[in-house]
Nanobody, 114 residues
């Protein structure tokens, strides 16, 4: 059974930073699609950042503040979040896709207080 372990969420003040990580029990190098999504209360899940092959893409709302990285040796996906804002408050999920299958993390809560 595939396992995904997310960590790094928490409660921070506006302007502070957090780094999320998501480790998958499969070889990350075999995934050309990997990314982070988030869902705020009462809102739909949205894309935050992702890799299509090796190219990172970001939602306009996080460009210049968030950085997505992947470590194919550690099978881990990261999301460095700087200058956090209250509107970044949400549950953050990692997602991986290959060969017609997708894998989601269980989510980690990020709460930004103003």
């Amino acid at each position: 059974q595939v396992q995904l372990v997310e960590s790094g969420g928490g409660l921070v003040q506006a302007g502070e930073s957090l780094t999320l990580s998501c480790t998958i029990s499969l070889s990350l190098s075999t995934f050309n699609t990997a990314g982070w999504y988030r869902q705020a209360p009462g809102k739909q899940r949205e894309t935050v950042a992702g890799f299509l092959t090796t190219t990172p893409n970001y939602a306009d709302s996080v460009k210049g503040r968030f950085t997505i990285r992947r470590d194919d040796v550690k099978n881990t996906l990261y999301l460095q979040m700087n200058n956090l804002k209250s509107e970044d408050t949400a549950v953050y999920y990692c997602r991986f896709y290959r060969w017609g299958y997708e894998y989601w993390g269980k989510g980690t809560q990020v709460t930004v207080s103003s």
